[in-house]
């Protein structure tokens, strides 16, 4: 029996392609959650949303007990949406929860042709709009790739409408989505090496950075709280510090010196976010390492955000994930300049011994700066040195991988003052002056 009678669907149809920038976006409320944080998250998933041109026209939370097996939610609340979306003239629907390649499939079955996407394809499509680097761009295309696998039946869907339901046409379907799948593992296969090459190069130089053996501090936190400002602030550096979720993806390391002279290498990381796609944080493991490699965590938390605590929480989760859990740890709490004295006191009491800061206004910047100085005084040692001149070539060494407070050049050769980082300290000791 013929498909003829189904409704039509053109997805070249300039209004079909209108409805698909137009959304309704779907919370969920689970027995363990209040009101306010199933509305949080849906906060949040506007904000990502926004960040890729969609208009959102409606958004709505729907309590479940469990989840359905078919459409995430119920049928009732089903077809609730989805006359919801139909009526405000949408053709997507975007669910804060993530959605199985099955689920999806019946959601644009059921609702005769709306679009279900969840949280995890948003913020790939805005790591795919931010990735500028090649590794961030090999990073972004894996985790695609590795996501657009187990929906391929889903893009086959299609043929449904338009075969009259002979066994021919179905095999050919079916082996046209065999081929794809395979095209698709040999583009995965190739990313991988590729990224695997990037990675290799990155390792080189991480290791050129060790040669001059500095201090290391990575700058990890939540998306968005400041963390490219910070760095800007310390600096006086240009990353792009945009008030947007995801503005950095690409490490970016910064040599910083230290009022007493000391100097480390300071690197800004990507933003993390709830429900992070476990395929984002697998590719980003090369970016991340940057975390997991350095002496030191400074953590960036948004003071402003009422989410501050659970943002925290976010970010030590994936740490822990990634292996840099144990790292010690300076936390910051920044934008104190939009907080009043009762969130101040209360963050203080949630963070003991975290620094109030404002990228901004510069509040907290001398504390911290002191805060560094605690720390990069485990690994060196201030020491008077004389270099005679046969032995030159110790002072470009010497240059390089410590901190220089005065020189001054003699008869016979060159009397220093240095912050020396303590791994160099046997090699130089010959040299120590009293």
Not at 102 to 125: P, V
Not at 378 to 383: A, F, I, P, R, S
Request: some cysteine.
């Amino acid at each position: 029996m013929s498909d003829s009678a189904a409704p039509s669907f053109n997805p070249y149809d300039p209004e079909t392609i209108a409805r698909s920038n137009r959304a309704i976006l779907v919370g969920l409320q689970r027995p363990d959650e209040t009101p306010e944080e199933a509305q949080t998250l849906l906060a949040e998933l506007h904000e990502l949303v926004s960040n890729l041109g969609v208009e959102i026209r409606d958004a709505v939370v729907a309590k479940i007990r469990e989840e359905n097996p078919r459409h995430l939610v119920g049928s009732g609340k089903m077809e609730e949406i989805a006359a919801l979306a139909r009526q405000r003239e949408c053709g997507l629907i975007i669910f804060d929860d993530a959605l199985s390649p099955a689920q999806q499939r019946n959601w644009e079955k059921d609702s005769k042709g709306l679009r279900a996407i969840d949280r995890q394809e948003i913020i790939l499509d805005i790591f795919v709009s931010r990735a500028k680097t090649k590794e961030a761009v090999l990073q972004v295309e894996l985790a695609r790739l590795q996501q657009q696998l187990p929906r391929l039946k889903r893009l086959w869907s299609h043929l449904d409408r338009q075969r009259g339901g002979g066994a021919m046409q179905r095999d050919a379907g079916e082996t046209q989505m065999e081929m794809d799948q395979r095209k698709i593992r040999d583009k995965i296969a190739k990313v991988r090496r590729d990224l695997a090459a990037v990675v290799a190069q990155r390792a080189t130089q991480r290791k050129q950075r060790h040669r001059i053996p500095l201090p290391t501090f990575s700058i990890v936190g939540y998306t968005n709280a400041g963390k490219s400002s910070l760095l800007n602030r310390l600096t006086g550096s240009d990353v792009l510090a945009e008030n947007k979720l995801f503005a950095t993806l690409d490490p970016t390391t910064r040599r910083l010196k230290l009022p007493s002279g000391r100097a480390i290498l300071l690197t800004d990381t990507v933003g993390f976010v709830r429900r992070l796609p476990h395929q984002l944080v697998e590719a980003f493991k090369a970016t991340l390492e940057e975390a997991v490699q350095a002496d030191f965590l400074v953590h960036v938390v948004d003071l402003s955000s009422p989410e501050r605590a659970k943002h925290a929480q976010t970010t030590l989760q994936v740490l822990m994930e990634i292996g840099a859990g144990e790292r010690p740890i300076i936390t910051l709490l920044n934008k104190a300049d939009l907080a009043d004295e009762a969130t101040r006191a209360e963050a203080l009491a949630t963070h003991p011994g975290a620094i109030l800061i404002s990228t901004r206004t510069g509040e907290g910047i001398t504390r911290l700066h002191e805060m560094l100085e605690q720390c990069t005084t485990e690994h060196d040692l201030k020491v008077t040195l004389f270099i005679p001149h046969e032995n030159y070539a110790l002072l470009s060494k010497l240059y390089a991988s410590a901190s220089i407070l005065s020189n001054k050049a003699e008869d016979n050769g060159v009397r220093l003052v240095a912050i020396l980082p303590k791994r160099l300290e046997d090699t130089f000791m010959p040299w120590v002056v009293r």
